[in-house]
């Protein structure tokens, strides 16, 4: 997975910030890749 620096401008505004987390963990379940199920037996 790759990862993103936060720009300095965001860091200094606290509704940026805010916005920036949010988007960022509705990408990062968006993209989830599901797991496999084992087979048993």
């Known amino acids: 997975m ?3 620096s ?3 401008d965001v860091l200094e505004d606290q509704k ?3 916005e920036w987390a949010r988007e960022s963990i ?3 379940h968006a ?3 599901k797991k496999k199920k084992r087979p048993t037996g």
Do not use: D, S
């Open 2 to 4: 790759p990862y993103f």
């Open 6 to 8: 936060v720009p300095a």
């Open 16 to 18: 940026k910030l805010e």
């Open 26 to 28: 509705v990408i990062a």
């Open 31 to 33: 993209t989830r890749k």
